[in-house]
């Protein structure tokens, strides 16, 4: 398997050549600042103690502290989180928001444990790393398998540990424990804004056709918000199949389906079809918003498609980037795409600090600026540059970095 760092690498090396990174800024830039390996011992229910590995990645914290999700997962490796963690640095940075990159993981099937032994892996977790993370240190958050009722048991063994509050430790919380309104579906609503005006600047009408791949948070989340703006829903996925329908698909009707069956196959008012012929459609837009490297070479030559956007982190392989790069289609990439998520958690740290809350409304119209004002730097770099959306995005995050880093005399 590829090692997602070494993607990552080469991602920036060809970002090199479209503008000037000083030397001795670069080279700090390929390898991650700090990496920390835990053990993790846990009692299980049956008496036995199992012990877990976890990871934590601290990328690059020159605009501010390092930020990232907690993964459980069973393919969890070094490589993957550190390459999470860079790309959370580039992503703030692409969204201008003075956090820096982090990432973490453990190696673990979440599915396969009781609550109780998830709590105390959690747990275990926040007490093997508390010395490397804080609020103004590096923040977690939620990530694959991870949700609000994990990080509220991580913020208290923290807070416990430290025996002073400290809410802003973390993000994704209940709103309970001071957690922000429209963090739920804040992904898939940045990613809305940024799919939108692409869409205007690309003459696609309300009204265009779209098709989801994953039906999960970010995915079903997407596909409402889509819709209820006056988008064509034709088809979405999950890991169990697809289906479609020409006319458009009410998504609150299938979520319904789907949560009552667990699956979106024999859905009444659609057909079930093959994934490959998902990835054959003609569709106006195209959302990723399922797994890594989920549409192939092959894929890219058989969508026929306007506009790509990249939902879930990293779905577009790079040998499928470069087809969709000569076949003229735009691919929005994750780094700006589903940036709405890490801004809503900082939006989130900003209220914990101030201890005063926001209504929804204000979260989401400070979201729409960030990421509408995101987008139009992005496309100005990609116009003026000649060059594709994913390299402006990554000019733009690579610049901010090396700034702040020459800023503080690190070059
Ligand atoms: P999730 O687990 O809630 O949903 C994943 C969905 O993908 C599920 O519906 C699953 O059935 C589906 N899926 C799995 N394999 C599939 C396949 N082969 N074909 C089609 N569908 C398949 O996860 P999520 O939170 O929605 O995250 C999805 C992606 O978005 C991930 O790459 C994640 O890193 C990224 N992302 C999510 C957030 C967030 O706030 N949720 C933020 C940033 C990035």
Same mark, same amino acid.
């Given at each position: 398997?590829?090692?997602?760092?070494?993607?990552?690498?080469?991602?920036?090396?060809?970002?090199?050549?479209?503008?000037?990174?000083?030397?001795?800024?670069?080279?700090?830039?390929?390898?991650?600042?700090?990496?920390?390996?835990?053990?993790?011992?846990?009692?299980?229910?049956?008496?036995?103690?199992?012990?877990?590995?976890?990871?934590?990645?601290?990328? #690059?914290?020159?605009?501010? $502290?390092?930020? *990232?999700?907690?993964?459980?997962?069973?393919?969890?490796?070094?490589?993957?989180?550190?390459?999470?963690?860079?790309?959370?640095?580039?992503?703030?940075?692409?969204?201008?928001?003075?956090?820096?990159?982090?990432?973490?993981?453990?190696?673990?099937? $979440?599915?396969?444990?009781?609550?109780?032994?998830?709590?105390?892996?959690?747990?275990?977790?926040?007490?093997?790393?508390?010395?490397?993370?804080?609020?103004?240190?590096?923040?977690?958050?939620?990530?694959?398998?991870?949700?609000?009722?994990?990080?509220?048991?991580?913020?208290?063994?923290?807070?416990?540990?430290?025996? &002073? &509050?400290?809410?802003?430790?973390?993000?994704?919380? $209940?709103?309970?424990?001071?957690?922000?309104?429209?963090?739920?579906?804040?992904?898939?609503?940045?990613?809305?804004?940024?799919?939108?005006?692409? @869409?205007?600047?690309?003459?696609?009408?309300?009204?265009?056709?779209?098709?989801?791949?994953?039906?999960?948070?970010?995915?079903?989340?997407?596909?409402?918000?889509?819709?209820?703006?006056?988008?064509?829903?034709?088809?979405?996925?999950?890991?169990?199949?697809?289906?479609? #329908?020409?006319?458009?698909?009410?998504?609150?009707?299938?979520?319904?389906?789907?949560?009552?069956?667990?699956?979106?196959? *024999?859905?009444?008012?659609?057909?079930?079809?093959?994934?490959?012929?998902?990835?054959?459609?003609?569709?106006?837009?195209?959302?990723?918003?399922?797994?890594?490297?989920?549409?192939?070479?092959?894929?890219?030559?058989?969508?026929?498609?306007?506009?790509?956007?990249?939902?879930? #982190?990293?779905?577009?392989?790079?040998?499928?980037?470069?087809?969709?790069?000569? #076949?003229?289609?735009?691919?929005?990439?994750?780094?700006?795409?589903?940036?709405?998520?890490?801004?809503?958690?900082?939006?989130?740290?900003?209220?914990?600090?101030?201890?005063?809350?926001?209504?929804?409304?204000? @979260?989401?119209?400070?979201?729409?600026?960030?990421?509408?004002?995101?987008?139009?730097?992005?496309?100005?770099?990609?116009?003026?540059?000649?060059?594709?959306?994913?390299?402006?995005?990554?000019?733009?995050?690579?610049?901010?970095?090396?700034?702040?880093?020459?800023?503080?005399?690190?070059?």
């Amino acid at each position: 398997m590829q090692n997602e760092f070494d993607k990552f690498l080469r991602q920036i090396e060809g970002t090199r050549k479209f503008l000037e990174v000083p030397e001795n800024i670069y080279r700090q830039l390929l390898s991650v600042k700090r990496f920390l390996e835990v053990s993790i011992p846990v009692m299980m229910d049956s008496g036995e103690v199992k012990v877990f590995t976890g990871y934590r990645s601290q990328y #690059n914290d020159a605009r501010g $502290p390092f930020k *990232g999700g907690i993964r459980f997962h069973q393919n969890v490796n070094i490589g993957e989180v550190k390459a999470l963690s860079a790309w959370m640095a580039f992503k703030c940075a692409v969204v201008d928001i003075p956090l820096g990159g982090g990432k973490g993981g453990i190696i673990v099937n $979440p599915k396969e444990l009781s609550s109780g032994e998830l709590e105390r892996l959690s747990r275990g977790y926040v007490r093997s790393v508390s010395d490397i993370i804080g609020d103004r240190v590096d923040i977690p958050a939620p990530d694959v398998n991870t949700d609000g009722r994990i990080m509220s048991w991580m913020l208290d063994e923290y807070e416990t540990i430290r025996r &002073h &509050h400290e809410a802003g430790v973390i993000t994704g919380k $209940p709103l309970s424990l001071g957690g922000s309104k429209a963090r739920s579906y804040s992904t898939a609503q940045g990613g809305f804004y940024v799919i939108d005006s692409a @869409a205007k600047k690309m003459g696609i009408e309300k009204g265009a056709t779209v098709a989801i791949q994953g039906f999960g948070n970010a995915g079903r989340n997407i596909a409402f918000i889509m819709q209820k703006a006056g988008y064509k829903i034709i088809s979405v996925s999950d890991s169990k199949g697809v289906i479609e #329908n020409k006319e458009g698909l009410d998504i609150a009707d299938v979520a319904k389906y789907k949560d009552e069956k667990g699956t979106l196959l *024999g859905y009444p008012k659609a057909k079930d079809i093959a994934s490959a012929e998902q990835l054959a459609e003609e569709v106006d837009i195209f959302i990723p918003a399922a797994l890594e490297n989920s549409v192939t070479e092959k894929d890219a030559q058989t969508l026929k498609t306007k506009l790509v956007a990249e939902l879930a #982190n990293g779905p577009v392989t790079p040998e499928a980037d470069a087809v969709f790069e000569k #076949n003229n289609v735009t691919v929005l990439p994750d780094i700006l795409t589903n940036a709405g998520g890490v801004v809503v958690s900082y939006f989130e740290q900003v209220q914990n600090a101030y201890g005063y809350y926001w209504e929804e409304k204000e @979260a989401l119209q400070k979201l729409e600026t960030i990421m509408r004002t995101a987008f139009e730097e992005v496309w100005k770099i990609r116009t003026e540059k000649k060059t594709t959306a994913r390299n402006a995005a990554y000019i733009i995050a690579l610049s901010r970095i090396s700034e702040a880093m020459m800023a503080r005399g690190r070059g």
